[in-house]
């Protein structure tokens, strides 16, 4: 075990991007974006492997000069040049040269996941509090998401037979995400000394978790390190982490039942009569999928956020609004159910989501396994139930079920690769506890008592095993706080920094 996390960490250390192409370009806001495209090894253990090609999108402050004189297309280069005081008046003009303003920090965002893509920057809640610190920020499209070589079944079929596209998804895993960041880091950093080359990290959900996969085996590289509901479990497999989120689902369903009593019978309603039609009648909006009962409980993913309870009452009503009126689900009532479920749009999100908790073991359908369990409580009723039963039907949460390569139009594309991906049993470590517990990174991490995705019990003891780590603790925030509550969830992040405990 020791000499496969050695290889590990050195393996961080061997590769600089290729910088393909930047450009620089002003948006609303006072923001000054440049886009960046980088080449990586799609496998960093055979360099020689076809290369990856990265996307990111740095974003710093735009400082106008206090002049009717229009400001200077930003150049695209990595030191900032202060522009001469009193632009357009010779006279005032000093002879001395201007002295080039530090570098300023960077810190990289790394996106909840896995596998989706960053928004661009302008579009971030906390993109403005970010920069008013002096931060320039690194918005980067993780390997196979958005901007950087985007897999999809279609994608992914060029790889070739069905054995060499499942070793081709293995290495998209949070390991490699921190080798493509180290080695686009040496890129953009590499010319300043060692001190200076170091850049934060900013980690939501999945994004926290690459983050402590980077504490493991790059620390050299980090400044310090701010989490937002991503502190992972140190698990070998994922089904500890189901049996405690399949708790938190229950929990979120009785509160969503308590706040509107009134759908237990139109979700019973409207699975029933999709149990009669949804297979073999009401189609997807690819015409190739079917939305069946078991894809419209999954809307239960939306109870993990801000608004989620809301959300999902909105669509019900909906839903039985069609059955009322036509006897049937409308198109735009489709789209809208499907517009709340990512899994056919989001390869990675559905074939890797079980394998970020694995170490040496196979997933083998985890969440799949863990949910016959509480059978009772996420029983779906047959349209041939006639009774009057008023038990109300639970939704599911964020887990990956393989009858989703069925009912997905998307997914059956890839169903043979996700099958093996679910045997597949040598999955590297992706956590050093022994490097963790000596780190000397800064942590800040804010931790959501009531997280439905990210189990809390299980990330304070993460928390208690990366030395040095502060928490910001709370039971009125939920997953995407950074979005739904930026403002309070950062400013108490950074308090943690900023300010001392006594």
Not at 84 to 105: M, V
Not at 324 to 329: T, Y
Request: hydrophobic share 35%; net charge neutral; with cysteine.
């Amino acid at each position: 075990m020791i000499r496969v996390l050695r290889e590990a960490r050195r393996n961080m250390s061997t590769t600089t991007a290729k910088i393909l192409s930047q450009r620089t370009h002003n948006v609303p806001g006072r923001i000054t974006v440049t886009e960046y495209s980088f080449e990586v090894p799609h496998n960093y253990n055979n360099p020689a492997s076809r290369p990856l090609k990265l996307f990111a999108r740095a974003a710093r402050r735009r400082d106008q000069p206090n002049s009717s004189t229009p400001a200077p297309t930003p150049v695209p280069q990595f030191t900032l040049i202060s522009p001469p005081e009193n632009p357009g008046s010779s006279s005032t003009k000093s002879s001395k040269p201007t002295a080039p303003k530090p570098e300023l920090p960077w810190l990289v965002y790394l996106q909840g996941g896995p596998g989706f893509e960053c928004s661009a920057p302008q579009s971030f809640y906390w993109m403005q509090t970010v920069l008013e610190r002096g931060y320039q920020v690194l918005c980067l499209d993780q390997r196979g998401t958005g901007l950087s070589s985007p897999l999809t079944p279609s994608t992914l079929g060029l790889r070739g037979d069905d054995d060499l596209q499942a070793q081709y998804l293995k290495q998209f895993r949070a390991d490699n995400i921190v080798r493509d960041c180290e080695a686009i880091r040496r890129a953009l950093l590499g010319h300043l000394p060692a001190e200076q080359a170091k850049w934060s990290v900013m980690g939501q959900s999945f994004g926290g978790f690459c983050a402590v996969t980077y504490l493991s085996f790059a620390p050299e590289g980090l400044r310090e390190v701010f989490i937002f509901g991503g502190l992972p479990p140190l698990v070998d497999g994922p089904d500890e982490v189901y049996r405690r989120q399949y708790l938190k689902v229950i929990s979120r369903n009785e509160a969503y039942y308590r706040k509107f009593p009134e759908d237990v019978a139109r979700v019973r309603n409207i699975v029933r009569w999709l149990q009669k039609n949804g297979d073999t009648t009401v189609r997807d909006t690819t015409g190739v999928g079917h939305m069946t009962a078991r894809r419209f409980l999954q809307l239960g993913l939306e109870f993990g956020f801000h608004g989620g309870l809301d959300n999902i009452h909105d669509i019900v009503l909906k839903c039985q609004s069609d059955l009322d009126f036509v006897g049937h689900l409308t198109r735009p009532t489709v789209a809208k159910i499907e517009s709340s479920q990512p899994f056919d749009y989001h390869l990675i999100y559905s074939i890797l989501h079980e394998p970020i908790y694995c170490h040496g073991s196979a997933s083998n359908w985890s969440a799949h396994r863990i949910q016959a369990e509480y059978g009772e409580q996420f029983q779906i009723p047959r349209y041939e139930d006639r009774s009057a039963s008023t038990k109300p039907v639970f939704f599911t949460g964020e887990m990956i079920y393989p009858w989703m390569f069925d009912d997905y139009s998307e997914l059956a594309r890839v169903k043979k690769q996700a099958e093996a991906l679910a045997d597949t049993e040598d999955w590297p470590a992706l956590y050093d506890t022994a490097q963790l517990a000596k780190n000397t990174v800064p942590v800040y991490a804010a931790v959501y008592m009531e997280d439905m995705y990210v189990d809390f019990a299980l990330s304070m003891e993460t928390a208690s095993k990366i030395k040095g780590t502060k928490t910001f603790v709370t039971n009125a925030m939920y997953h995407d706080a950074v979005r739904s509550r930026m403002e309070d969830v950062t400013k108490a992040v950074f308090a943690l920094r900023d300010d001392d405990i006594d």
